[in-house]
C-alpha cells in the first residue's frame, strides 16, 4: 500500500515539475517578443510559484527528515 502512494506522489511530483517547465518556457517565449502583456506574465509567474510550493511539499513527502 505504502509503494502505491509513493507512485502517485512520484507521478504527481512529474507531472508539476512538468507543468513548472511549461509556464517557464512560455514565459521566456512571452517576455521574447517584447510586447507581452504584463499582467498575464505576472499571473503565469505566480502560478510557476504555487506550483514550485506544491513540489517542494511533495519532495518533502517522499524524502524523510535524517536527523545527523
Do not use: C, F, W, Y
Not at 2 to 16: F, M, T
Not at 27 to 35: C, D, H, K, L, R
Not at 39 to 53: E, G, P, T, V
Request: proline share 1%; no cysteine.
Amino acid at each position: 500500500m505504502q509503494r502505491r502512494n509513493e507512485k502517485e506522489l512520484r507521478d504527481k511530483l512529474a507531472n508539476l515539475r512538468a507543468e513548472h517547465r511549461g509556464l517557464d518556457d512560455e514565459i521566456i517565449a512571452m517576455e521574447s517578443t517584447g510586447s507581452a502583456d504584463q499582467l498575464h506574465i505576472k499571473r503565469l509567474k505566480k502560478k510557476k510559484l504555487a506550483l514550485k510550493d506544491q513540489i517542494t511539499v511533495i519532495e518533502d513527502q517522499l524524502l524523510p527528515d535524517i536527523i545527523a
